[in-house]
């Protein structure tokens, strides 16, 4: 069991940047991705960027060049900072764990950009 908590997450301009942290309760050694997805109201929950215990990451088309995923195993934190932030990034953001035997997630974060 691993409980994972984001935070960072806040109300910006077009153009601005937040850093989103995920905390885990324990070692993410173990898990093969970490990842950070969102859900717009109304629409599906989205893969945003993910990062596999060997730091290979992988980002949604939407995201490329603006958006930078990091794994921080000695003290079992994710990091997603967002730069150049548009209206449409808008969502709730989670953190996902996924395991061997089951993924985990977050209670996520609200991101809201003005325009």
């Known amino acids: 069991q691993v409980q994972l908590v984001e935070s960072g997450g806040g109300l910006v301009q077009d153009g601005g940047s937040l850093r989103l942290s995920c905390a885990a309760s324990r070692s993410i050694l173990g898990f093969s991705y970490m990842g950070w997805y969102r859900q717009a109201p109304g629409k599906q929950r989205e893969l945003v960027a993910r990062?596999?215990?060997?730091?290979?990451?992988y980002y949604v088309d939407s995201v490329k060049g603006r958006f930078t995923i990091s794994r921080y195993n000695a003290n079992n934190t994710v990091t997603l900072q967002m730069n150049s932030l548009k209206p449409e990034d808008t969502a709730v953001y989670y953190c996902?764990?996924?395991?061997?035997?089951?993924?985990?997630w977050g209670q996520g974060t609200q991101v809201t950009v003005s325009s």
């Open positions: 996902k764990a996924v395991g061997t035997w089951r993924d985990y």
């Open positions: 990062i596999s215990s060997g730091g290979i990451m």
